[in-house]
């Protein structure tokens, strides 16, 4: 069976710092990946997705960005953070091709910016 | 562009009442239409899913929706209530041959004991 990944669980970082969000997924090949922000009361924003390695599309501007060095992993990241990054962060995969299109979601890292 | 609305960010309910949460989307071309539910700083969860024929679904923990076109809508119902269902639910489109989810603002459920 298919499992997603996320780290870390919680993360306290200072304005300006840089960031690095991991996710990886087993028990499935060339998955389309995801990466979502939920800010607090307020619904799911698409930040980027991936089809591929290498691969990268942004939804949003921001001082975010992501990248697909391996087949199954995604990562987030920033140079300097803001205040407003704060969130919760998911990752999530969907079957790359023909299909009905659901997404499958990580538990989530819980970022504060301080 | 395709988009959701649920109607009413919070929705309070008796345990053993029906549930009832409401889910409009709007898409040029027919959706494929996904109910998610959300537990406090977890994942989201696929509760079903609409893709093609039988309008009415059936998932996970007794939920079920129907896929009403003329109306657009595809509201979540659950006959009975239990504590266990206090969390936040999230509809969402997706046209079909594109890969993004449009995800509503979600519907806050909590149970009254």
């Known amino acids: 069976s298919q499992t997603i990944h996320q780290w870390p669980a919680t993360l306290v970082q200072p304005v300006g710092s840089p960031l690095s969000l991991e996710c990886t997924v087993e028990g499935t090949s060339n998955p389309n990946l995801y990466w979502y922000r939920q800010a607090a009361g307020r619904g799911l924003q698409l930040l980027f997705y991936s089809v591929g390695i290498g691969q990268i599309s942004s939804e949003v501007p921001q001082n975010l960005s992501a990248s697909r060095p391996q087949d199954r992993q995604f990562i987030l990241s920033s140079k300097k953070l803001l205040l407003s990054d704060s969130g919760f962060y998911l990752c999530a995969w969907s079957v790359n091709g023909l299909g009905s299109y659901e997404q499958y979601f990580g538990p989530g890292t819980r970022l504060t910016v301080t | 562009a395709q988009s959701v609305t649920q109607l009413g960010s919070h929705v309070s309910v008796s345990e053993g009442a029906l549930v009832l949460l409401r889910c409009n989307y709007s898409?040029?071309?027919?959706?494929?239409l996904f109910w998610y539910v959300q537990y406090p700083n977890q994942g989201l969860q696929l509760l079903l899913k609409?893709?093609?024929?039988?309008?009415l679904v059936k998932g996970i923990n007794g939920f079920e929706a129907e896929f009403k076109k003329s109306e657009t809508s595809f509201h979540l119902t659950k006959p009975s209530a239990h504590m266990s269902d206090a969390a936040e639910y999230f509809c969402a489109v997706s046209e079909k041959g594109g890969r993004a989810l449009t995800f509503g603002s979600g519907t806050r459920l909590q149970v009254q004991p």
């Open positions: 609409y893709t093609t024929g039988a309008t």
């Open positions: 898409s040029s071309v027919p959706p494929y």
